[in-house]
């Protein structure tokens, strides 16, 4: 898969998840006031950060979009997680151990944690967390991640309320254990808004039936995370404060995440209010002539991709026809303006793809004659659903529906809130649907959650609907070894099959395009976009 070497021009100007500025110049001391290390009083400091869509809650139990997603990165965290460079690295674990047959990984945590409210962080945090995550009372889309755990089928069934793999061994140490061997483990809980510990002083004594949609996590003011929730005014902004019992110093003390349209961050970016911008790839151009900011772009770790339907399309000669009537590469030239990789399987890693796969080059006759063969309806309607506001995507959909009508096919751009999307999905009353984001590039792993037969939504996080369970065999298959030559055998076999049976319409890898102004210090670009405030702690505002 081509890669795009990360690259840096001067700019300042443009759209989609943003940072921005603005410092309170108090002058009078106060006890509660910032001090330098000599205990001298300093100005508290703020930015503003753009979210490019209105947040429901703040729940990592809860499948995410991606202004959540973001948010919960500043509140929340995890014990590890992927950098820059899709590497593991740690967070609340500063080491992590596999043993020799990929069934158990010991964490060994950082000492003397405490969360935002001053109480100890401990291993029995991580193990509450975990027996959350895997309860079917509580419904987490996360769930079936942790289905080869040992203990998940007593939870699963009700016979106990704890996940017994996962155990605190003492106040600094867990372990998670596992049923069978499991190679690409990590992959499926350490990345961006992955398994975010959870606090049981505060959520030990609730309902497990009622936290997917308690109150705490409406303005969760206690975390892990360099920041926590002080207010959130939908629809206008959410408020952060810096949470002074983070594990080091927090470089700016009060974060404004706001809910604005793409054109009027654009106009603050270029007047100087915003100083983080994750750009799409259409204002890249109008960017790059203007001063005072950087512009960098790296490849993701997800991908644009059409969720089809399973129940309404599974005769896998629909899917490969849709493909085919999509002009995925036109798109890339066009929209992106070549910031994006093409794509013909759902598996990521370099490795574990063969070079044989079918590419879907755009081929309208071919798409007819598949759908022919199927005996398709052409008169159906075809209703692609997206949330609008952010142009690159509603440009892809204009270019999906135009291309699906070009082969006589009956398609129709649907609107939909962000609200409207989970209960779209778990309805199945949806035809097609754009979605975005992911990591999967680490591990061949991380595939399996999303087209798996015991993930499908609600249980997990395939949202597409899909089962196969020969497909199902051999992504285990690849993760039951830890010999490398049986695990690329075993997954190329399946990304041959997946690219057969087309459980997503994969449109593109898009490249993540962030602009920064020099008043931006310590920001390092992230390939995942949801991941992109990673070392928020780390930044500091100068001037």
């Not at 793999?165 to 690409?184: C, H, K, S």
């Not at 309208?364 to 692609?384: H, K, S, W, Y």
Request: with cysteine; aromatic share 10%.
């Amino acid at each position: 898969m081509r890669r795009k070497p990360l690259i840096t021009v001067v700019a300042l100007g443009a759209s989609i998840a943003l940072v921005g500025a603005c410092t309170d110049a108090s002058t009078e001391s106060d006890p509660t006031e910032p001090t330098n290390g000599d205990g001298a009083t300093t100005d508290p400091t703020a930015a503003s950060v753009y979210l490019y869509q209105a947040p429901e809650a703040f729940s990592p139990l809860r499948p995410a979009q991606g202004g959540e997603q973001l948010t919960m990165s500043l509140v929340f965290d995890n014990l590890v997680t992927t950098g820059p460079d899709f590497e593991y690295e740690p967070r609340l674990a500063e080491s992590w151990d596999i043993s020799e047959d990929a069934t158990q990984i010991t964490f060994n945590l950082h000492e003397g944690l405490s969360w935002s409210d001053g109480e100890p962080f401990t291993a029995d945090d991580v193990a509450f967390s975990y027996s959350l995550y895997a309860d079917p009372e509580v419904a987490s889309a996360a769930r079936s991640r942790l289905a080869g755990v040992e203990g998940f089928d007593d939870l699963d069934s009700g016979e106990t309320d704890t996940l017994s793999g996962v155990e605190a061994v003492d106040d600094t140490t867990v372990t998670i254990t596992l049923t069978e061997p499991n190679a690409g483990f990590l992959s499926l809980i350490a990345y961006g808004s992955a398994f975010y510990i959870l606090p049981e002083h505060i959520l030990g004594d609730v309902d497990r039936r009622e936290l997917l949609d308690y109150e705490f996590f409406d303005t969760p003011d206690v975390g892990m995370g360099p920041y926590t929730v002080d207010s959130y005014q939908t629809d206008q902004e959410v408020v952060l404060n810096a949470n002074e019992n983070y594990r080091t110093d927090v470089g700016i003390d009060t974060l404004y995440l706001k809910l604005l349209t793409s054109d009027v961050a654009t106009a603050q970016l270029g007047s100087g209010e915003i100083d983080l911008v994750q750009v799409s790839a259409l204002d890249v151009e109008a960017v790059e002539g203007l001063d005072g900011v950087t512009v960098e772009s790296a490849p993701s770790a997800g991908f644009f991709r059409l969720l089809p339907n399973f129940e309404k399309f599974p005769d896998e000669r629909v899917r490969q026809a849709f493909l085919y009537a999509i002009d995925r590469q036109g798109i890339i030239d066009g929209i992106l303006g070549g910031y994006a990789q093409p794509i013909n399987s759902t598996i990521m890693t370099d490795w574990a793809l063969p070079d044989d796969l079918e590419t879907y080059d755009y081929n309208p006759e071919r798409a007819t004659d598949l759908l022919n063969e199927a005996g398709f309806d052409f008169d159906q309607e075809i209703a692609v659903s997206w949330i609008p506001g952010q142009r690159d995507r509603d440009q892809m959909v204009d270019v999906v529906v135009a291309n699906l009508n070009d082969i006589g096919l009956n398609a129709t751009a649907q609107q939909m809130d962000a609200a409207a999307q989970l209960p779209m999905i778990e309805e199945a009353e949806y035809d097609l649907m754009l979605s975005a984001g992911g990591v999967y590039s680490p591990d061949p792993a991380m595939t399996y959650p999303i087209v798996a037969c015991s993930a499908i939504y609600p249980a997990g996080s395939n949202t597409a609907l899909f089962c196969d369970e020969g497909l199902d065999a051999l992504l285990l298959e690849g993760a039951q070894t830890g010999v490398l030559e049986e695990r690329e055998a075993a997954y190329q076999q399946a990304a041959r099959l997946d690219n057969e049976l087309v459980p997503q319409l994969w449109l593109n890898v898009p490249d993540t395009i962030w602009a920064y102004s020099d008043r931006l210090q310590g920001f390092e670009p992230h390939g995942d976009f949801t991941n992109g405030f990673m070392n928020a702690a780390d930044w500091t505002v100068d001037g």
